[in-house]
């Protein structure tokens, strides 16, 4: 079974500060992907990134960076200089491929609030 | 390009009466997914359609529950009947490709049931 673990339920700090968002994940599968949602209070799920289980390769975009450590079962995210528009639910997630379709397994989800 | 649109956006019932929900996918997206997002907590997979057919729905309650995408494009989610606990977001997304376990997901923005 898979299973996602974000341990933050709520982080607040102020715009300009770096925050990083925690998550850990299980599962038996060799092959898998993960994933970072971003949920505004719009509701809509924003897709943020992707990375397959065979690239540890960290990655910058922008304001965001990605660290991915299979070692440690672990893809944080993080937000360099926050600011209010970051204020969101952000999700981890793990897709493994299940019977003919793949399944997202999401993790509880951190509430970021950044504040002026 | 056009979103995965939903309807309603909000809907309110009292338990034991019947709900519908309406999603349509963006055009050409072989996969579509419903999930229930129940407050505080990450979204959870209630059914997957590869085309019209059922991939995955082994956490949908089937006792009250059920899903259709007769055509393969547009989908109905409907509990019958509802009860307090069914209180959630449910959620419609699809995606392009089906049985590539990386292909991310396009949300839409949900349809929040308040059940009375």
């Known amino acids: 079974a898979q299973k996602v673990t974000q341990a933050q339920t709520e982080i607040s700090v102020v715009e300009k500060e770096d925050v990083t968002l925690d998550c850990v994940y299980e599962?038996?599968?060799?092959?898998?992907?993960l994933f970072w949602y971003k949920q505004p209070p719009s509701g809509e799920l924003v897709f943020l990134i992707r990375?397959?289980?065979?690239?540890?390769q960290n990655e910058i975009s922008g304001r965001y960076s990605w660290n991915f450590q299979k070692s440690t079962s672990s893809f944080n995210f993080t937000i360099t200089a926050s600011q209010v528009v970051d204020s969101a639910v952000y999700f981890c997630a793990l897709s493994v491929l299940t019977g003919g379709g793949n399944k997202l397994t999401f993790g509880t989800g951190t509430q970021l609030k950044v504040e002026l | 390009e056009a979103g995965v649109a939903q309807s309603p956006r909000y809907k309110i019932i009292e338990k034991r009466q019947s709900v519908a929900f309406w999603c349509n996918p963006i055009?050409?997206?072989?996969?579509l997914y419903w999930y229930q997002q129940i407050l505080g907590q990450g979204p959870k997979l209630l059914i997957q359609f590869q085309n019209n057919g059922v991939v995955d729905d082994s956490q949908l309650p089937k006792d009250r529950f059920s899903a259709e995408r007769l055509k393969g494009v547009d989908s109905t989610l409907k509990i019958q009947p509802a009860k307090l606990e069914d209180s959630a977001v449910y959620l419609c997304?699809?995606?392009?490709?089906?049985?590539?376990?990386?292909?991310?997901?396009?949300f839409g923005s949900g349809t929040q049931l308040s059940v009375l």
């Open positions: 599962t038996r599968d060799t092959t898998y992907y």
């Open positions: 990375r397959n289980s065979f690239d540890e």
């Open positions: 997304a699809s995606r392009s490709i089906g049985g590539r376990t990386g292909e991310k997901l396009f």
């Open positions: 055009s050409g997206h072989a996969t």
